[in-house]
């Protein structure tokens, strides 16, 4: 069995969430309060084990993030058709996201803050989050479109946001893996994620001749108009 995620953070800080994509209850519980508790722990002082974005970008990207599953905000996929079931595998690959894993379309500027503290951005977190699951609640069969992974429904979207959500948590030293969760590592580089960053490069090499700017591509690895920020 692989050694849990292991992070030099007070406990009192940190929440023990097991690290497990395929298990259905656990990515219930993750969004029912789980998520939510570890959130609350993240001040605005806080920094990034990795990456460029600041405590507030992360959670205001996740809004954002979370608010496309319910068609919050409209985006196109980009991705060529015959690439979409490819890159779906990453939704089933029961490990996280390895942490120096970049978009290749993001640039180096952070963006604009949308709200203007940090606990106006955990409210709007826990609101999106709320309207997410009441959404699919009540319309179990609904179907919508990621930037990156084309139509998906209710299931679907609950796994890209249980890996997306849990990386960011992880980054900001919120959550600590228990029950033998794999730390995401070169072995992992060489298997779905380097298949995932490959195909993110096709994408974008094939968006390059659809649109000017590749900044203002937007998929849920990135934030709205995220230029920076890891996956």
């Known amino acids: 069995m692989n050694d849990p995620v292991k992070i030099d ?7 023990a969430i097991p690290f497990n994509v395929n298990d259905r209850v656990l990515r ?10 570890a959130i609350e722990n ?15 970008h992360m959670v205001e990207h996740l809004d954002w993030a979370i608010g496309l599953s319910i068609a919050a905000t409209n985006v196109d996929c980009k991705t060529l058709p015959h690439l979409i079931e490819r890159a779906k595998r990453f939704l089933y ?3 996280p996201t390895p942490h120096e894993f970049r978009n290749p379309l993001l640039g180096e500027t952070p963006p604009a803050f949308r709200f203007g503290s ?13 309207s997410y699951l009441h959404h699919f609640r009540e319309h179990p069969e609904a179907v919508h479109v990621h930037p990156l992974f084309g139509p998906l429904g209710a299931e679907e979207w609950e796994r890209a946001h249980f890996k997306h959500c849990y990386h960011h948590l992880l980054q900001f030293r919120l959550v600590s893996a228990v029950g033998g969760a794999v730390v995401a590592g070169p072995a992992h580089q060489k298997s779905t994620m380097a298949d995932l960053q490959s195909l993110i490069r096709r994408t974008a090499r094939n968006w390059r001749f659809q649109i000017k700017d590749c900044r203002s ?8 108009n995220a230029t920076h920020l890891s996956m």
């Open 217 to 224: 591509l937007i998929f849920e690895v990135c934030g709205r």
């Open 118 to 130: 940090m606990a106006e951005a955990k409210a709007a977190l826990r609101m999106a989050t709320t």
């Open 42 to 56: 993240l001040r605005e002082e806080d920094q990034a084990l990795w990456g460029g974005m600041s405590a507030r």
């Open 9 to 15: 953070k007070p406990t009192d800080e940190m929440i």
């Open 28 to 37: 219930e519980a993750f969004f029912d309060h789980l998520f939510h508790r």
């Open 93 to 95: 690959d029961n490990r």
